[in-house]
């Protein structure tokens, strides 16, 4: 490390009403080091990346910038010290398009009366596009984007500003890992270049693979500081945890029952050719797949989120006659969205409420007070099953850590106590720990006779779990694979075009 670090942070400590988010934090970043952050969903680890960003204030602690003290009290601040962030929520303005998102604020303008240099602007989009490996026309709109696509728009505008610390909250976690090795390599190749990241992700490997020293949290407190060569994927878990974690899929022998979920030749936007399979009762159904390839767009269309062209949908041998997300859940289907802020939960709502949004229904007998009451029992005991982590179930939902939005989310639907239970991405930015009480608890469901449905980018996960998989390839099925036919290789080959 060079003799002055880019970023120094010293004593930093920032609480939230009643939630210590972190605790006299000291942590530096050399020139031309990658240091990543771990730690589980609520460790701190956005928190200290936002107040080093300029989006929140410390409650006591100090900031160095090139050993210089600096106050960053705005993101501008930061962006003029050379600090761009790439957040785990995208932060761009979906109806605007690809070229005005990556220079929002700085379009080249001329004359009194700022007149946007449309031509500039789009051959300096091109460029950054290209350095990204987007392959979009800049003038697309970002709400036309795929996720993935959208993130390479977020990345692409941070490298744009020039910045000389980089940081990445969990950039890669809806990414293939073709195109995360891809960002990996970048973020490697500007480290060469002298530049200073500091990058957050729950994927263990990717740390190992990027960082040069890798940095613990655990409640808010720095528990370890290890340099990455030498360091295992095991430790840094047990350090992440506090505990040993020996076997990450506890998958069950099930007796497979009936068939409960059957799709006949689906046809869908997003699709080219038409989809048939079936699910069983107590089934862990896999849908991989390349970003784009239709996998998520065809879970959609089973649950009617998406128009369906042709094809039919039967659940317990009863088709689904309306095409609409209602009807399905009407039938006993649930589905775990992949956009947790876009689709599914309530912001402003507390834990409690959003999870007991799905059970209504099924709670509405009694008065108010016993509705209340029950809606409170619903809310601690499904939040609880999959290691919600707040200060309290009544907080809203907003305040939560990232991870644990995504496990609000999967709690609500595990609480409508679903015959057949869609999942995209199910544990996409879940720290280790929790993420085998989700496989805990999906396996589980499987067991009571639940058919699951899962699309994953996780290859590991889809090995783990599943009793079958279906590969999807350019918005067809490239291939069905069966529990011992499973490895990332099989996966791959049918997946690649
Ligand atoms: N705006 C906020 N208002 C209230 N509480 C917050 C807010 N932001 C974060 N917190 C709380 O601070 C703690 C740390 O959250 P933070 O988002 O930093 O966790 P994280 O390590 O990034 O977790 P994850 O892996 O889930 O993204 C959590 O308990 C969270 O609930
Ligand atoms: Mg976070």
């Known amino acids: 490390m060079a003799s002055v670090p880019r970023l120094s942070v ?93 220079f929002l604020g700085r379009e080249p303008v001329s004359g009194p009366v700022r007149l946007l240099r449309r031509a500039d602007l789009r051959r300096q989009a091109m460029a950054v596009i290209g350095a990204v490996g987007l392959q979009v026309s800049p003038e697309t709109l970002v709400r036309d984007l795929p996720l993935a696509q959208r993130q390479l728009v977020e990345i692409g505008r941070a490298l744009s500003e020039d910045a000389r610390l980089l940081i990445f909250d969990e950039p890669t976690s809806s990414l293939t890992e073709t195109d995360a090795a891809e960002l990996l390599r970048k973020i490697r190749e500007l480290r060469d270049r002298g530049l200073s990241v500091l990058y957050i992700s729950h994927r263990l490997d990717e740390v ?34 506090g505990r040993d974690i020996d076997t990450m899929y506890p998958k069950k022998v099930v007796q497979l029952g009936p068939v409960v979920l059957e799709v006949r030749g689906l046809l869908a936007h997003g699709l080219t050719e038409p989809v048939s399979f079936s ?10 797949g390349l970003v784009g390839s239709g996998r998520s767009e065809l879970l959609r269309a089973i649950f009617g989120a998406e128009a369906r062209a042709s094809g039919e949908v039967f659940v317990m041998g009863r088709r689904l ?121 999906i396996c589980d469901l499987a067991a009571r006779g639940v058919a699951i449905v899962m699309v994953s980018s996780e290859m590991e996960e889809l090995i783990g779990l599943c009793d079958r998989v279906l590969v999807m390839r350019a918005g067809k099925p490239a291939g069905f694979l069966e529990r011992e036919q499973l490895s990332e290789q099989a996966i791959m080959e049918l997946a690649a075009q």
């Open 10 to 102: 010293r004593g930093l400590s920032k609480a939230f009403y009643h939630t210590q988010a972190l605790r006299e934090v000291d942590l530096d970043v050399g020139v031309g080091e990658v240091v990543a952050l771990v730690g589980e969903n609520g460790a701190g680890k956005s928190t200290l990346a936002k107040i080093v960003a300029g989006i929140h204030r410390p409650d006591a602690g100090e900031l160095y910038f090139e050993g210089q003290p600096v106050v960053v009290d705005s993101v501008l601040t930061a962006r003029r010290l050379g600090i761009a962030v790439v957040h785990q929520e995208l932060n761009l303005v979906p109806h605007l398009s690809v070229a005005h998102n990556l």
């Open 208 to 241: 190992l693979g990027v960082a040069d020293r890798v940095v613990v949290l655990r409640d808010g407190q720095k528990v370890r500081e290890v340099q990455a060569a030498g360091a295992t994927k095991l430790e840094l878990m047990s350090m992440m945890v």
């Open 279 to 288: 699910v069983r009762a107590g089934e862990i159904f896999g849908i991989a």
């Open 321 to 441: 006659q309306a095409r609409t997300p209602w009807a399905a859940v009407g039938m006993g289907v649930a589905m775990v969205p992949e956009d947790r802020k876009l689709q599914g939960l309530l912001l402003g709502m507390s834990v409690v409420d959003n999870v007991a949004l799905s059970v209504l229904r099924r709670l509405a007998a009694g008065g108010l007070v016993r509705r209340r009451k029950a809606e409170a029992a619903v809310g601690a005991e499904y939040s609880q099953r999959v290691g919600v982590r707040a200060a309290s179930l009544d907080q809203p939902v907003r305040m939560l850590s990232g991870g644990n939005q995504q496990k609000v989310l999967l709690a609500k639907w595990l609480a409508s106590e679903p015959k057949v239970l869609l999942l995209d991405e199910p544990t996409r930015g879940i720290d280790v720990g929790a993420k085998h009480d989700i496989y805990q608890t």
